[in-house]
């Protein structure tokens, strides 16, 4: 079985700060998915490596420093953002003084995100088969979102998981259903019908195989399925939208598709009285990992993403999106 291939970049960014010798790597690939046709005869799997070559996959973020220019900054550096005894990213993640969140409907997905139970604070980021993500600075806190216990769930999947725990939470079921890379239209009430995917080379098709089954566990295999094929690339070429960053609210993304690919969504929104937003950005990575959110290189004290000082090429705490047309809005 071959593994997902991994391209390296390295950049060097200032953003009033120096992030030097970064290594940049993509996520979400799956064996040959390249924009044309695509074979999606063999189930792929990123096999992680040991420790001491595992490192060598991850961005190993130097040391920052920053000076504070003004009293303002001096005084957004006092703030204490994290609240240890939050349970939900509501009540683990304070808004900054002067901002308060977006409204939400009860039922909403802005609702669902800001319930969603969180990791005791301090929790490390574990990968897909439970040991620690090599890099444990980049995150302000961890989501208790299931990942399954395979290299499947890195960051188009855990976007793409975080909708359908949504819709499937709430009883819309006919609201799951996402493209494999090809364009072949997976969705989870045909599969809850008993039928299922065959895969032939780049043919793709439906047969009935099983019996209705609406259990939770069925939603699950219906799920990896979806991660074995879908990624980065449907993601971007089939399933989104280019929105500006003032539109930009809960659930939308910065998106880079390709192999390797990268995509972060928008956990939550606050805003000021001057309607500037600021954002919650949350991840999945490869290898497959726990859902997380995002620590804000700029200030890594305040996770939260500033509308006034998000430009491009934007830097996250992980990975660097070259321009504004990757922020996108999901057709999900």
């Known amino acids: 079985m071959n593994r997902k291939g991994i391209t390296r970049y390295k950049v060097v960014i200032t953003l009033g700060l120096l992030l030097a010798g970064t290594n940049i790597i993509g996520c979400g690939i799956r064996e040959n998915k390249a924009e044309s046709e695509i074979s999606l005869q063999e189930?792929?799997?990123?096999?992680?490596?040991?420790?001491?070559?595992?490192?060598?996959?991850?961005?190993?973020?130097?040391?920052?420093?920053?000076?504070p220019n003004n009293i303002e900054e001096i005084q957004m550096s006092q703030q204490t953002f994290i609240l240890p005894e939050g349970e939900t990213l509501e009540t683990r993640i304070a808004t900054p003084e002067g901002y308060e969140r977006i409204g939400a409907e009860e039922g909403s997905l802005t609702d669902f995100m800001r319930k969603y139970a969180m990791k005791p604070d301090g929790s490390p980021v574990l990968l897909y088969d439970g040991r620690e993500k090599y890099n444990?600075?980049?995150?302000?806190?961890?989501?208790?979102?299931?990942?399954?216990?395979?290299?499947?769930?890195?960051?188009?999947?855990?976007?793409?998981r975080v909708y359908a725990e949504y819709y499937w939470q709430n009883g819309q079921y006919d609201k799951i259903g996402f493209h494999f890379t090809n364009g072949f239209w997976c969705d989870y009430v045909t599969w809850r019908e008993g039928h299922r995917v065959h895969v032939n080379g780049n043919n793709v098709s439906w047969s009935k195989d099983?019996?209705?089954?609406?259990?939770?566990?069925?939603?699950?295999?219906?799920?990896?399925?979806?991660?074995?094929?879908?990624?980065?690339?449907?993601?971007?070429?089939?399933?989104?939208?280019?929105?500006?960053?003032?539109?930009?609210?809960?659930?939308?993304?910065?998106?880079?598709?390709?192999?390797?690919?990268h995509v972060v969504m928008v956990a939550d929104v606050c805003v000021n009285e001057a309607g500037e937003k600021a954002f919650l950005l949350a991840q999945g990575y490869m290898p497959a990992q726990e859902f997380h959110v995002l620590n804000n290189p700029l200030h890594e004290q305040d996770p939260w993403y500033y509308e006034t000082e998000m430009t491009f090429p934007l830097c996250t705490a992980e990975y660097v999106f070259d321009d504004a047309s990757m922020i996108r809005r999901l057709s999900y």
């Open 136 to 160: 444990q600075n980049v995150h302000a806190a961890v989501f208790e979102l299931p990942i399954e216990e395979a290299d499947l769930q890195q960051c188009a999947d855990s976007v793409m």
């Open 210 to 261: 099983a019996s209705y089954d609406d259990s939770y566990e069925c939603f699950v295999k219906y799920l990896r399925m979806v991660f074995n094929y879908a990624g980065t690339l449907s993601m971007d070429s089939l399933e989104s939208k280019t929105i500006s960053l003032s539109e930009m609210t809960v659930g939308d993304v910065i998106l880079t598709g390709g192999s390797p690919g």
């Open 43 to 67: 189930t792929v799997l990123i096999e992680s490596e040991e420790s001491d070559s595992y490192q060598d996959k991850n961005v190993d973020l130097q040391e920052t420093e920053s000076v």
